[in-house]
């Protein structure tokens, strides 16, 4: 990139770099080398219509036919013949009219007037079904192995916009432990800020009732010793001989860094971490366990000023979303778990006012089918141990297999339709999508788009530019926005 | 293979008719088109992947006309106006779509001209500048040439040492190793201390693994459901006997041999398909080009450079010597049709043996990058030496060898001086560090950015997250250690030797997917907060403390330690001799899903002196046993407490009963045993309370030896400050460390520890 152009360019981003600076980047980390952004050549200015988003991970892949896209109702039986059957569950009204969901999705249905339904979304195709690595296309929108570090959606958005507020991390990860055994590594792989540096990456927090520890001195250690010890450490820092000689620039950022972290530990604003400070009645209201926990932290943490949030149902192979067997019981769990703090969280930001500047995206890997196995037209080898023809148990009824051809994307609030339908898929096997396909690309710039951030935004990395959403050519679904 | 194409790289120009090919029209076509018409076997011979290809057509004449959509057969098919419309059986193209093709054929079919950086002036031998110096004196005379001033004095004894130590061995200078140093009168004992660090071939090898880990991608245990190796035994052998840096290339890309580091060639792979840029030999091709010689491979894997000469074939046709025989090429993940043969980056040098199978391919690659006349490589790696220790390179981006060296002279010397000692790299380490120019005082001030670079002198370094744990294991005696799988003593570990944490991950170690060259040493709030609040750091720091002043009793050994155990049942019949109280443990070591296992101990029973059985069962739980009488302590009922969820604790209170022998047979429940759950679980008998931390505790002597400090808190600050700082505290400091000693307690000097090591003077290299 020319100079002069760079120059341009950052003198137009000054006040987000000033930003960032005081969230603990300097601009010395343009000099070390951070990427710098290279606007989009045919780029206008995009009006951001949210400054939040709460990214809701069903982890696992969420049966699509079981949530929110069912198809015809076959109540289980002994005998029942495994590829007649397309939904375990009936299907119930939501507030709107044309919108149909899954039984068990209650209190969902209840806003669905807030809500835009894409019933359209295509995993993408890679040729084998690893859970990790399809997750890790759906955050950064490049599958691997790649020969730069692809940022995690949430580190571009930190990256970009930078935090809302200096004392809340740009890039909050809730609910997913990294240690989950066999593919702790596949997961960590993409919980990272990749090139675009630590700096922008998650700041993680594994246990919601935990949260508050994230934000405290460690364990066993007071306030009041933690303050201490800070005075202290700055007390000796200016008594030492490197104060007056030695590098300034390395010294000044290390301790703007410790000043930052140390501000955002006895911040106000560290109380939006701590779950005890919640009414009673509205913990309750809640807590159906970690994932709903999980969605308070996110409200509380969205009006202390958070700028991205993910919260998921957690991934551990096997668990939670990833139905191998038993799919219809272990659905039903999963919907009593997500159906009330979803539901909750859509009212809490309304009645706050916050929930119009706040899009809230619930997703998936991908969705499930009881026969097909990846897509119709291109299978993929079947991981999931037997599902017989004829069921003669009720741990075979339900969705075991992971089909990418369709899934189903909710979206609410930040300026999105109220009550809008986008998508449809076949009501018969295989339930393809048969109108206006979403791929990833595409949701990822239906996302940037709200937050403002142009589609074929791209970072320099090696001197070349690096785009936000695959080779710059991810196209916002702009029928979606009110 | 493909389908997921993530072609990084798009131009940012655009042509004079404000239409870009690679940017709209061949996405577009490839997308719509590229289907059928494209690769070796495309419909009607018709390829439309290149401007070429549309211009030579196929069976129904040039799909082209350039400068004239009326005329173009192209136009005509997709409108319909010459059935049969295109795309044949599917959605025909919107309006815009079509307009864009218009457009740019009408516009002359432009093809966006690619603005490469010039290639290098350099030629590609080595040249040897001529210096009048003896060689010892060649580099400073070249710096003080470029500088046209006296090399500053240099820094004093023991920031010499600190740096030395660090630079070569990854770890701090002991104090007594300072006062050895500071005293010894000798000439040239710099360089000796150099040579005698040099020589220590573990503690060497031990801090130049991470170097080579970052560069060549290994990682312990990391793996994604696709082939990956670790090369850590080699590489650590190599670092030790000090493989010639030659042979160490050759070693890598010509791997032979059960103990050969083939790991490097197989690359990371995840399972499924990839795209055409990610395929081993291409990962090869990509990272042997950038590590070993300083050339960025990584657009060009996928399509014709826009940012340097770098072509697609070129890529390719490195790529060959990696793969087992010719490679098609394919272009943003459509195959082309042309097959691509082994060719060197550098045709100059390359030779005319046959190359045809796997192994000559692979000997012939190994042969190009390392023959003399290829000076690309020594000036690649003295290059990225210099980097490491003046933290900037001669060259920067030290990945792209093509860009200006702020010394030409110097680092063609430098390389050549390499070459001539046989591509020794303790020899050229040693070059360096003998030099005025690595001993002079840090030059702290950034540069301004747009303004080009002087060098003034070496640039203060952030510690590498390793060199950070280790700095800290040896100050506190805290090291991680290596728990062996059968039952037996834990090693101490240094802690480049496991996997990240939480904690060296915020520091900067890096997941090693991708080549990585220089870590960023910009310090960041979310490290700051893992350093000021993180469980990891607290723990050492805590139990450092408690070590420090001597409240840490060794952690007591099991009387059984059943191993890893999986699905197998574990009988102990263990002997015990004056036991008083008994803890059966159950600790989970790594299994599938660790919150689903259920283990427990079966038939477990005390044998009395006459062989008498007592059941544990049937014992009662008492929170506060008496003196006297056998228990089990806890409030749960000793039948639940004996299985159920893993880790688990239990204590027995034996009184005063005489046991001879505890039996049992310990296992895993039915239920944990599916698949999914794989259970690996380790079970423990103590008769003295256990360490959760330290069930193993580690034999041996630690990497550093643990020192023994002094109780007077005065006394402790000066060490604590010679050992992390290489120098005596100021009065001012003093009074400001005593304070946090002030209260004669444990977390005072926690926290002084803390305050210590997150500060800026010990977290970089002066």
Redesign the interface.
Known sequence: MPRKLAKELLAGLSRRDFMRASAGATLAALEAGAPRPVWPAAGSKIEPRADTLILLWMAGGMAQTETFDPKEYTAFETGLESKAVLSTFPAIDTKVDSIRISQGLERIASVMDRATLIRTYQAGDLGFILHSRHQYHWHTGYAPPLSVAAPHLGAVIARSLGPRKPDVPAFLDIGQNLEIGAESDPLKAFHTAGFLGAEHGPFLVPDPLEAAASVRPPAGMSQERFRGRYERYRKLIEASPMMKHGSGFHRESLLRAQENAHRLLSSPAAKAFDLSLEPKESFDSYNTGRFGLSCLLARRLTEAGARFIEVTTEYIPFRHWDTHENGHTRALAMKREIDAPVAQLVLDLEERGLLDRTLIVLASEFGRDMMVEGRPDKRVRDQVSQQPEVMTEMKHYGMHRHFTEAGSVLLIGGGVKKGFLYGRTADERPCKVIDRPVRIEDLHATMYHALGIPPDLAYEVEKRPFHVTRDGKGRPITDVFA | ML????????P?V?TAADLDFA?QVH?LLLARCGSCHSGAFAQAGLRLTTRADMLAGGVSGPAIVAGSSERSLLIARVTGARQPRMPFNAEPLADAEVAILRRWIDAGAPVTEARP?RRSTRPLALRAPKVNAGPDRVLDALVTRYLGSAIAPPVADALFARRLYLDLWGLLPTPEQLDEFERDRRPHKRTRLAGSLLADADKYASHWITFWNDHLRNDEG????GERKSITQWLLGALRENLPYDRFVRALLNPEGPAAPDGFLI?????????A??IPPM?AA?NSAQVFLGV?L??N?CHDS??SHWKLKDAYGLASFFADKDMEMYRCDVATGEIATPSFLFPELNGSSVVATPAERRAEAARLFTMRENGRLPRTFVNRVWKTLFGRGLIE?A??LDAPAWNEDLLDWLASDFVGHAYDVKHLLLRIMSTRTYQMP?A???????EPFRFRGPL?R?LGAEQFADAVGSITGEWRLIVPRQSGEARHAREWQLKST?LT??L?R??R??VTT?R??????????E?????TL?EIL?RGARRMRGEITPAPVAIFDSGVASAAKVIGDVPLRDARRLWLLIEDV??????RVVAGWANAMLEGQGGEMVRLRDLVPEPRPERGAIHFRGDRKPAEALLGAVPSAIEIDLGAADFTCLHFAAGVDQQSLAS?I?PRIRFFVFTEEPDRRRLIPPAGEPPVRAASWPKDPSSLVSRLYRHALARDP?P??R???L??LAAGRT?GLD?LL???F????F??I?
């Open positions: 389908l997921s194409p993530a072609c990084l790289l798009l940012l655009a940017r996405p950086a990391v793996v994604y459901h690359g990371v792979n995840w399972r499924g398909d990839v795209s840029s990610q990962q990509q960025n990584k657009c894997a826009f940012i981006p990945d792209d840090a702290g001030e950034p540069f301004k950015p747009g203060p952030r939480a991950r915020a900067g890096p997941i997917d991708q220089e960023l040493a910009q310090p960041t709030t979310l490290e700051a907060i350093l000021a609040n993180g469980q607290a805590s790594d299994s599938y899903d660790p919150r999914d794989n100021s001012l400091e009074g400001v460390a304070e946090f977390e926290d803390w305050a210590l997150s500060s800026p003077e977290q970089y002066q």
